[in-house]
């Protein structure tokens, strides 16, 4: 399985913009949690941490909004380009 997540990396995407925004901001939580334990040896994080975990969810979800908006933008100009 991780083969296939690490073969399909480099392609573009053409969908799910906000589910791929939020899978983003949910992987920086991770990296950022092991990090954090490996250094302190503890997961207890302060108040303002968690918040900014939250924070890098949502980024990532407008993220995908703001891409998928784009996309289907582009998506118009090439087909009114083509008729």
């Known amino acids: ?22 899978l983003i901001g949910i992987f920086g939580i991770l990296l950022f949690t092991v990090m954090w334990i490996g250094t302190t040896g503890s997961l207890a994080q302060p108040a303002l941490y968690v918040v900014a975990h939250g924070l890098k969810i949502v980024g990532g979800i407008v993220g995908g909004l ?4 784009r ?4 998506a118009s100009a090439t087909r009114a380009a083509t008729r």
């Open 1 to 22: 399985m991780s083969a296939a997540c690490v073969a399909s990396a480099g392609k573009r995407i053409d969908s799910a913009f906000v589910l791929h925004g939020a």
């Open 66 to 69: 703001i891409a998928e908006r």
């Open 71 to 74: 996309h289907s933008r582009g």
